[in-house]
């Protein structure tokens, strides 16, 4: 299959969704472990089925990139960054899928329902066990630094591409073309 020059529209689409979803979600996991009460439930019915939207795009996604070819990166990129970029963006994916995968397990594990709104109801995929939900619930917490620290090194890798050196990355998932 030849490589193309930008990535899907598709590609695109679910990129751009899906950044716009993953950064929302985690400031409102960062607002709800810091509010109380009403303002509490309210975020937490907002994370549940936002995460879990997130989980099923990144499944599609996945297929979707397993049968697309990303573009080149510029041949005059120094190796280890092209190995950093091809990491972070599986990690990515890793992230994508296991957070959501983390949240919806610790809920299992502690016994609480994984609400999706208007009735829907997700059944639990670990049995009852307050230990597992304890272990669960640190590493969602630090899964989802990770996640703030991949986004925060991608965007300023995306920014540099794109200001910088002007090479096309940033143009390959924005759809147009540099001049
Ligand atoms: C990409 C998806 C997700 C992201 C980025 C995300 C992010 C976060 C963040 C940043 C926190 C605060 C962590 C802390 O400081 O302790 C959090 C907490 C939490 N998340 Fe997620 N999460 C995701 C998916 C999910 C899913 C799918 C569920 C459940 C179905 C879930 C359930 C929870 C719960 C129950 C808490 C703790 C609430 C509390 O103790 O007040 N998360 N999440
Ligand atoms: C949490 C938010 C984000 C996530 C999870 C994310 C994820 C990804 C992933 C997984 C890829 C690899 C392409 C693929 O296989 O689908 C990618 C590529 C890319 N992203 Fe993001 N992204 C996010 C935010 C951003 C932002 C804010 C920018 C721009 C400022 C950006 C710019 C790019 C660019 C330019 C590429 C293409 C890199 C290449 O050609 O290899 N991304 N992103």
């Not at 890793?94 to 997700?122: D, E, K």
């Not at 009852?128 to 989802?144: G, I, N, S, T």
Request: hydrophobic share 55%; aromatic share 12%; glycine share 8%.
């Amino acid at each position: 299959m030849s490589r193309p020059e930008t990535f899907h529209w598709f590609a695109r689409l679910l990129h751009w969704l899906m950044a716009a979803m993953i950064v929302s979600m985690l400031f409102i996991g960062a607002g709800m472990v810091t509010s109380v009460e009403s303002k509490h439930t309210w975020l937490l019915a907002i994370h549940k089925p936002l995460g879990i939207s997130i989980f099923v795009l990144a499944l599609i996604r996945l297929g979707f990139r397993l049968t697309h070819p990303a573009p080149p990166l510029p041949d005059d990129m120094p190796l280890w960054q092209k190995l950093a970029a091809h990491a972070s963006h599986w990690l990515f994916y890793v992230l994508m899928i296991g957070l959501p995968l983390v949240g919806w397990g610790m809920l299992s594990a502690g016994n609480f329902p994984v609400t999706l709104g208007g009735g829907l109801r997700l059944p639990p995929i670990l049995p009852f066990d307050p230990l597992l939900y304890a272990w669960l619930r640190e590493a969602h917490r630090y899964l989802a630094w990770l996640f703030f620290l991949t986004y925060l090194a991608h965007m300023g890798a995306a920014l540099m591409h794109g200001l910088i050196r002007r090479d096309g990355v940033l143009q390959a998932m924005t759809g147009r073309r540099a001049q």
